[in-house]
């Protein structure tokens, strides 16, 4: 199996959130490393947070399974039950149809490092903590459904 040269591949710092729910993640750095590498079947990032940084807005899928390994640095899980520190070699999962949102905070001084893989199919999802839902088609929408006027990338 061929080594994947991790600087290669572009590094993005962009969500498609609409504000104010984008400034939370503002210091996040993704490589996507599926369509890089060829990969279809499953979706794949390397993720930095710098200190201060949200991994996303606390979320669930309906339709796809996430599984994380914390590689560098030290971040804190939030889920329903609370938080939980994950160090270098920690792993979280959350099966699909889960409600359980979750997301990752960088509390720490330096920069943190993970790998999250998602599979299945997008049937869209929600979040915790805001009025927020998210559609396979890359919307978002108020939990009445009204729509935000912002797409998800």
């Known amino acids: 199996m061929p080594k994947v040269d991790l600087e290669s591949i572009a590094q993005l710092n ?6 104010p729910f984008n400034e939370a993640v503002a210091g996040r750095f993704q490589r996507r490393l599926s369509p890089a590498t060829g990969l279809t079947d499953f ?23 996430e599984f994380l390994v914390m590689l560098e640095g030290e971040a804190v ?26 997301h990752l905070r960088n509390e720490s001084e330096a ?8 599979g299945g ?6 979040y915790n903590d805001i009025d927020m839902l998210f559609s396979p088609e890359g919307t978002y929408t ?7 006027p912002a797409k998800r990338l």
């Open 121 to 126: 199919v997008n049937t869209g999802g929600g």
């Open 142 to 148: 108020h939990k009445d459904g009204t729509p935000y």
């Open 43 to 65: 979706g794949v990032s390397h993720v930095v947070l710098k200190p201060g940084a949200w991994s996303s807005q606390r979320h669930w899928h309906n339709g796809e399974d």
């Open 77 to 102: 899980l939030v889920e329903d039950d609370g938080p939980t520190v994950l160090r270098p070699g920690d792993i979280a999962v959350w099966p699909k149809g889960s409600t359980n949102g979750h």
């Open 111 to 118: 920069d943190c490092a993970f790998i999250v893989v998602g």
């Open 14 to 19: 962009r969500t498609g959130y609409p504000a």
